[in-house]
């Protein structure tokens, strides 16, 4: 077990030991005190335009309540799978976005790539319209597109690879818009994707997903699998228990575009900013 790092950005910097986040995992927060509260519409590319130098392989999550960017690094295979979980609305599809945007904006192509599977790959097509963009593009699949297995299998290969020492490459963040499709997939198909969940971070492949908090209690086998759980508002408690790996959940913050994470010992809350500058 590990413990989580908050790094501060001043003259000199700070580091300063919090609980473990889900007891199992640990989170790389990187704080610019140069980002201040405004009353100002706050944009992906605003909450990062002054987070200079980023932590190697970062994203953005959110803007936590001082008014601060909320980053996490890819770093720490502990950390895991990642499941953003929530009622239908409150934002979890824009969670995912604001990931893919921002690892656009912190990292360089030849240091992270981008998977995406999805139902509706129009909502991501966008973000490829220019040269630059399409560089972090690795594939962008539909969930029914028979290709998305081969995706599935190319990655359960190249994750292998790299734990044997054969390949070397980018990181790869992962997404998986619309978890409840993987049914749909094959049986081997769902293995590979199992396996991945569970040790893909070994190997440098970061899986990000988003699911319904009405599929809760029938995807538990899957949901089991996320080492780390990011929950938007959800009113059944028993879904966001479920979703959240914690009984005692407490509060709930019940406005769409508002997200959560446990720290070991609270809730950390923060809102989604917009996307683009």
Known sequence: MTSSNVFVNTNRSIYQKLPRLLKRTRRDVFISPR???????????????????????????????????????????AMGAMLIGGDPGCGKTH??????????????????????????????????????QEQFLYQLKPWYDPSAEALIEGLFHLAEERRDGKR?????????DDLNFIENLSYSAQVNLHWLLAYGAQSDIWIAAGLKANYASEFRFWIDSFRTRITGCTRVSQDAAILSAREDFGEREQIPGFFNIWTGSHRLNYRLPLLGD
């Open 35 to 77: 980002i201040k509260k405004s009353e100002e519409i706050v944009t992906v590319g605003k909450l990062l335009s002054s987070v200079k130098p980023a932590p190697r392989k970062s994203i953005l999550l959110g803007e936590c309540k001082d008014g601060l960017p909320f980053l996490m690094q890819l770093a720490d295979d």
């Open 95 to 132: 969670q995912l976005q604001v990931m893919v945007e921002s690892a656009m904006w912190l990292n360089q192509p030849h240091d992270l790539q981008v998977a995406i599977l999805t139902h509706k790959p129009d909502e991501w097509r966008s973000f490829w319209d220019q040269k630059r």
């Open 168 to 176: 070397q490459g980018a990181a790869i963040l992962f997404i998986l």
